[in-house]
């Protein structure tokens, strides 16, 4: 089945500064990778989400990028503000609705 | 209310106990899920479900039980409770891809 992988464990920036997290993944079939932001004690929430056929996309102060090739997938979180101190789960798509989860990253926002 | 609820959100059970937790969701999404969250370890698959009466074992399934008789509902059980499955269970349904968590249950066994 697929593997996901995810670094680092545990993030702290200063406010304002960006903040990467990277994810792989194993199966190469896997072609929906989405991000979900766990905030203290609330349940996961999809906060951004790429499909296989896309390099890059962007919401805001967010963006994902994927590389195909090297199976691997990174959220970009630009201006960081406290409130976005919270655990990030990337995930991937193996089809059939199953997605694999990473172990997470809690990021802190140092005001 | 729409949308997936759990219950309870809160719950202590002795070792060796049955407990089952509840899952229903609104939608009529036909994928459902349950994850338990362990520090360090992220949102491990413990069962899913395709459709009504279709189940299928995740990750770490075993001393857990699941039914899907109704599409809706999609209950957890825990045949004889241990210490090991001190946890907070998520489910979750699924459409697209896209997953929609329930509010988790805190699991203690004591």
């Known amino acids: 089945g697929e593997n996901v992988e995810q670094h680092p464990s545990t993030l702290s920036v200063q406010e304002g500064d960006s903040a990467v997290i990277k994810c792989t993944y194993s199966d190469s079939a896997s072609n929906y990778f989405p991000w979900y932001k766990q905030e203290l004690g609330k349940r996961p929430q999809l906060i951004i989400d790429i499909r296989s056929n896309v390099g890059e996309k962007k919401d805001q102060r967010i963006a994902v990028t994927l590389n195909k090739t090297a199976k691997h997938f990174s959220l970009h979180i630009t201006e960081t503000q406290p409130e976005d101190s919270a655990v990030y789960f990337c995930?991937?798509?193996?089809?059939?609705?199953?997605?694999?989860f990473g172990t997470g990253t809690r990021l802190t926002v140092i005001p | 209310d729409a949308g997936i609820t759990q219950s309870p959100r809160y719950k202590i059970t002795e070792t060796g106990r049955q407990v089952t937790l509840m899952c229903h969701q609104t939608w009529s999404h036909s994928y459902m899920f349950w994850y338990r969250q362990d520090l360090g370890h992220g949102l491990r698959l413990i069962y899913y479900s395709a459709a009504a009466d279709i189940t299928d074992k995740g990750e770490v399934p075993d001393g857990y039980v699941v039914s899907r008789s109704k599409t809706e509902n999609f209950p957890l059980t825990l045949e004889s409770a241990t210490r090991s499955q001190t946890s907070v269970y998520f489910c979750?349904?699924?459409?697209?891809?896209?997953?929609?968590f329930g509010q988790g249950t805190r699991l203690t066994v004591v």
């Open positions: 995930a991937a798509d193996s089809g059939a609705n199953n997605l694999f």
């Open positions: 979750a349904s699924h459409t697209a891809g896209i997953a929609f």
